[in-house]
């Protein structure tokens, strides 16, 4: 791999990370996640918020598929704050 190759490579996972830091920024700020804060999830978005988790700080970490997983996360929780 040449240089400018790997200068890509990493300031494609820089950017990657950038994304992921928003999203996560992004889903803290969310009103159904505060209003979640003091209730463990259980069933699928503890499963969820899990995995997404174990991804993250696992190394090297899988980009992509931490960012599906956060995601997933942010999906059930927004299904369950909207659910009457």
């Known amino acids: 791999m040449a240089i400018a190759e790997v200068d890509q490579a990493l300031a494609g996972l ?27 999830p259980t069933g699928v978005s503890a499963a969820r918020y899990g995995r997404a988790y174990e991804l993250l700080h696992s190394a090297p970490c899988d980009l992509a598929v931490a960012t599906r997983a956060v995601a997933e996360f942010q999906r059930a929780i927004t299904e369950k704050t909207a659910r009457p």
């Open 14 to 40: 820089d950017a990657d990370h950038g994304e992921i830091a928003a999203n996560l920024a992004e889903l803290q700020d969310d009103p159904g996640v505060r209003f979640l804060d003091g209730v463990p």
